[in-house]
């Protein structure tokens, strides 16, 4: 099993930005496709963004682009997300979670950090 705790979530304003950290233990994630995802109250778990065990192959929710950066430190076995130009409507609960070679869908999980955005 991979274990996956997020960190660096917050209250920040409008505008503002945050860094959020995925450090897995259990099983290194060179190998992985590593994803984030959000959640909102009343919403569905919708995806935000990826990257692959590839560097340069990374992909984002059209309502991210431009804003949120995905990367990975294999050395540190952690997955991160820099959040630029946050808005109100990027409030939710992230979750990062983990995609196996092989696999069609996310079967590790994270429980998740809290980002709010104010106006």
């Known amino acids: 099993q991979v274990e996956l705790v997020e960190s660096g979530g917050g209250l920040v304003q409008g505008g503002g930005s945050l860094r959020l950290s995925c450090a897995a233990s259990?099983?290194?994630?060179?190998?992985?496709?590593m994803g984030w995802f959000r959640q909102a109250p009343g919403k569905e778990r919708e995806f935000v963004a990826a990257?692959?065990?590839?560097?340069?192959?990374?992909y984002y929710a059209d309502s991210v682009k431009g804003r949120f950066t995905i990367s990975r430190d294999n050395a540190k076995n952690t997955v991160y997300l820099q959040m630029n130009r946050l808005k109100p409507e990027d409030t939710a609960v992230y979750y990062c979670?983990?995609?196996?070679?092989?696999?069609?869908?996310?079967?590790?999980w994270g429980q998740g950090t809290q980002v709010t955005v104010s106006s």
């Open positions: 979670a983990v995609r196996p070679t092989t696999f069609r869908e996310y079967v590790y």
């Open positions: 259990g099983r290194t994630i060179s190998s992985y496709t």
């Open positions: 990257i692959s065990r590839s560097v340069d192959s990374t």
